[in-house]
């Protein structure tokens, strides 16, 4: 099974590439950010009140999160592996996400950190939000967004560092680019494991 973590600063592109790996490894796109805009466009309980939060700028908190997340994770537990898009965002929902993974004996093999420069976050998203019509890609909720994120995200660095599994990419290039780099990265790690495997 192949566990891959994907984060980066809001308007890193990290969904775009999500859907990218997702396909080629074949593994299963759980992205809490799509989980939660599902609930708020069914107008569901849980909606009403994820969307108060993303008016705010503000993180979903880990109970609404961890609930839905497992939820979905159960339903393809069979299959070849998770690519886990916008979650974790903080050190607590990192580690709720590493004993949900080790009771079922599938951890995470690898974290990918998309860097773009906060300019460029604040340019995508501003364009973004003229096409989408999305409420949370106003300029003033995008620089809470992104201090939001210095703040509880950040860290995650650290801590998936230590762990040995953080990659690190440029995102600042094309968007075929970027993928080309994680699919190194993602293909060195499948080869490796298989030496290893055969030894």
């Not at 592996?81 to 965002?89: C, T």
């Not at 607590?92 to 599938?106: F, G, W, Y």
């Amino acid at each position: 099974m192949l566990n891959i973590i994907i984060f980066g600063p809001p308007g890193s592109g990290k969904g775009t590439q999500s859907k990218r790996i997702a396909e080629k490894y074949d593994l299963i796109h759980l992205s809490t950010g799509d989980l939660l805009r599902e609930e708020v466009k069914r107008g569901t309980n849980i909606g009403k009140q994820v969307q108060y939060y993303i008016d705010q700028g503000e993180l979903v908190p880990d109970f609404i999160i961890m609930k839905e997340l497992y939820i979905k994770a159960t339903e393809h537990i069979n299959s070849r592996g998770f690519i886990f898009d916008g979650f974790p965002r903080t050190i607590v929902q990192a580690e709720m996400l590493d004993k949900m993974l080790e009771k079922r004996e599938i951890p995470v093999n690898i974290v990918l950190n998309i860097i773009v420069d906060e300019d460029e976050l604040i340019k995508r998203m501003i364009g973004r939000g003229v096409d989408s019509e999305r409420s949370d890609d106003q300029e003033d909720i995008i620089h809470k967004r992104i201090n939001v994120y210095k703040q509880q995200t950040y860290p995650l660095i650290n801590f998936y560092k230590h762990q040995g599994k953080l990659i690190s990419i440029d995102g600042m290039e094309r968007v075929d680019k970027v993928f080309k780099k994680i699919c190194t990265a993602v293909d060195a790690y499948i080869s490796d494991k298989t030496i290893m495997e055969s030894m």
